[in-house]
């Protein structure tokens, strides 16, 4: 979906101002994105509907940066269709809150709920697991495995669900537990059996928070099933797992549009702390790609002098690309913000992380790391290769510093070398976004 919108404001840019046809065009374009994307139909005639109406209006087509307002609007309607805010947890006023978790099997509801007790406990609150899955031996052990890996206690009985519920209950109420959360059972589809337990448990339990966990991956069944829960149950949220493999964003963008339930976290992975509060515009941001090449470069040329800018990339393409460089290129860079949000503008960056944390510099490193290159002879600088054992003690010594802040030095200064002649070298990049190389 990212590289079908950014395919269309790409073209709209190279337009200058726009006309109704235009605008007209991107327009079908964006709904074919979003159909392939595995969007709900109703939701997407809606949507593109609306901007429609804001941006075939006079104020865009006579704007100076016209393609600039569409992907605005685009970008307004896209975080309004997920709900605007960030939808928090409803505590209760007195203790303890009781959230239920619903869902089909194999949505990813007791790793969930091991996951929010764990956020729950980092924010200094005593959460309790409720093992109500009866029906699976395993599934009571899934839980209490959990549980034993975070140290929140696991409430579990054998027998009715709901009495497990309601004894829960009781003992957070006892032992000041102030959040519990019941881990319920699934079925691979949805049935009559099942709804009626839940509605009994919810009946009996009275939670202050029924949250539907869905498998993002599934697209418009996840609606689908969100659906059909919010008619039986009547749910307070939704939790959209599995987002790290959803790659084409159908169900985050249908949910709260088709259900009017918001959104309220995200699972991004299957690690315990890989649970996230889930934020509109940030997913927005996500599905736009605004940390797009563009923005990089655009960013770029606003703050580098051209004429410097095309010299440098010359030259970190070039083999002689040393240490004074290096340096240049930091201040530079520093000049456009954090390196490690520039860095994470370049594309296939997101799953670099451990180069991006490697490659961060901060004001304080790089008064170190010009006075580490500062303590090397020129011949140093320019052939880093040179750099011995007592060349690095000597060359700590002049700047203050250790032997091993060198090593580390000269780690990065190889690191940014490759990484950024992988970037600019790629055939893509050098064609499209660079004219003046
Ligand atoms: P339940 O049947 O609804 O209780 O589902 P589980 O909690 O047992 O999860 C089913 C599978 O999905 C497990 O293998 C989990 O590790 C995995 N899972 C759950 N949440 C996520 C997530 O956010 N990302 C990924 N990648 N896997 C997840
Ligand atoms: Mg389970």
Known sequence: LTDKLQE????????????????????REIRLALLEADVNYKVVKDFVARIKERAVGQEVIQSLSPAH??????RDELINLMGGQNARL?????????????????SGKTTTAAKLALSLKKQGRRPLLVAADVYRP????????LGDQIQVPVWSQTGDPVEIAASAVREANHKGYDVVIIDTAGRLHINEELMRELEEIKARVKPHEVLLVVD????QDAVTVAETFHQRLGLDG???TKLDGDTRG???????????CPIKFVGVGEKLDMLEPFHPDRMADRILGMGDVLTLIEKAQSTIDAEQAAAMQKRLLSDDFNLEDFLEHLRQFRKMGPLDHILSLLPGFGGMKKLREELQFDEKELIWAEAIINSMTPEERRHPEIIDGSRKRRIARGSGTTVQDVNRLLKQFEQTKRLIRQFMGS??????????L
């Open 90 to 106: 409803n505590l209760a006023p007195k203790p303890p809150t009781v959230v239920m978790l619903v869902g089909l099997q194999g």
């Open 427 to 436: 055939k893509h990049l050098k064609k499209k976004r660079f004219p003046n």
């Open 216 to 219: 993002a991956m599934t697209g």
């Open 138 to 145: 395993a599934a009571v052990k899934q839980l209490q495995v």
């Open 250 to 260: 159908g169900a985050a963008l249908s949910i709260r549009a088709v259900t009017g």
């Open 69 to 74: 307002q569409v992907v605005k609007i685009v």
């Open 238 to 240: 939704v939790v959209l």
């Open 8 to 27: 269309v404001f790409k073209k709209l840019r190279n337009k200058g101002k726009l006309t109704e046809e235009d605008v007209n065009a991107a327009l």
